[in-house]
């Protein structure tokens, strides 16, 4: 009775491996992932000091075989922040070529006293170098009340 467990036991772990191995390709999806363009940015005038902020970017969508999904390489520069937003793009479908804009949010955690320098991606030029669209906002330290020590983590009083 147990080489009878046993032996069905193996037969059916040998049938699901098989199954999983299938080379059923009808469920590949062919995509890559590439940068598109800033069109705008939702900033406030400037930031105050510790608090939190969530940035309203809006890109283009080239045509429809280009989705968003809130994917975007955020990069650090000095004071500067470079962000480049990611879309997903179906390959090898047909599509409308029509243009389509789209919104995401980025938050933001003010921890430098610096002005913060965005720079938000826009394609490329004619030399193939990146091109972007550039905000300044201020930090004001004046309204603030706390300030985070990075190195301990320990709230200091103004």
Do not use: W
Request: with cysteine; glycine share 4%.
């Amino acid at each position: 009775m147990k080489n009878l467990k046993y032996s069905l036991i193996m037969i059916i772990a040998i049938s699901i491996s098989f199954i999983s191995c299938s080379n059923d390709n009808d469920n590949d999806h062919n995509y890559h992932l590439e940068y598109v363009n800033t069109i705008s940015a939702d900033l406030p005038d400037e930031f105050d000091y510790g608090s939190f902020y969530d940035i309203e970017v809006t890109i283009e969508l080239p045509n429809s075989s280009y989705y968003h999904y809130g994917q975007f390489d955020y990069f650090y520069e000095g004071t500067s922040r470079l962000i480049y937003p990611i879309a997903h793009v179906d390959d090898g479908i047909g599509y409308n070529p029509s243009i389509r804009e789209t919104t995401f949010s980025i938050p933001i955690h003010v921890l430098q006293d610096e002005p913060y320098i965005f720079k938000f991606y826009q394609g490329e030029d004619s030399d193939g170098e990146d091109k972007f669209l550039t905000i300044e906002v201020p930090v004001n330290n004046e309204k603030s009340v706390e300030k985070i020590d990075l190195n301990t983590d320990e709230t200091v009083y103004k």
